[in-house]
């Protein structure tokens, strides 16, 4: 096994603005994603607010006010309402689609590891994640999951740059008892059919 070499967080995340949102790099970004993911918890999950009903009205009232933004000024030769070109450039659309074909296709190689090469491990891997989002989602509901996915980005990837080298520690240690597992369990697959096989020709 080659030596073990920590990655950088900030670059594992992107290095962008949202690994410096995650890592509270930017405070700003952290405390208004935060405070806005907490509100909209708080209307839709606790007040009972309807997600479309709030949405519809929000855009309604933008809406209303933009009108009546731009009547004002071409009447009082005031600025139009300081609102970009909206266009999605052709070159965003690519990125995204290629992005998209990235996880996709890791997704059709997992299911051909299944399903073709008879990879055990990949099996018992997807199985237990599988279980583990069925369990988690009869606890809770797609709002209340998807606030926790909030909080766990904002505080699981800082915790991980804060004590990098302790965590790494454990991680090394848990990976190689499980590789003892599923290299246990492999030899124990492959010893059947030979077994069954010398069984027959006894018989």
């Known amino acids: 096994m080659g ?7 900030h670059h594992a995340l992107g290095g962008g603005p949202v690994a410096d949102t995650l890592l509270w790099r930017k405070c700003y970004g952290g405390v208004m994603l935060l405070i806005g993911s907490t ?3 708080i209307l839709f999950e606790r007040a009972g607010y309807n997600f479309l009903s ?3 009205n929000t855009l309604l009232l933008l809406v209303v006010i933009l009108f009546f933004w731009a009547k004002s000024a071409s009447l009082l030769n005031r600025p139009l309402p300081p609102i970009p070109d909206l266009d999605i450039s052709e070159e965003s659309v690519l990125i995204a689609a290629d992005e998209i074909r990235v996880w996709v296709n890791r997704a059709l190689a997992t299911v051909h ?7 055990l491990r990949t099996l018992v891997l997807v199985a237990f994640g599988l279980w583990m989002i069925s369990c988690i989602g009869s606890l809770f509901n797609f ?3 998807v606030y926790i996915g909030v909080l766990l980005s904002l505080s699981v990837p800082l ?4 004590f990098q080298p302790q965590i790494d520690e ?5 990976h190689k008892n499980m590789s003892v597992v599923f290299k246990k369990v492999d030899l124990i697959l492959q010893n059947i059919p030979i ?3 010398k069984q027959k020709k006894t018989e």
């Open 170 to 174: 454990k991680l090394i240690v848990v």
């Open 39 to 41: 509100v909209m918890w």
């Open 159 to 162: 915790l991980y740059d804060t």
């Open 113 to 119: 590891e299944i399903a073709v090469d008879g990879n």
């Open 143 to 145: 709002l209340t999951l």
């Open 3 to 9: 030596e073990f070499r920590p990655i950088s967080v």
């Open 195 to 197: 077994a069954q096989k």
């Open 54 to 56: 709030f949405v519809a």
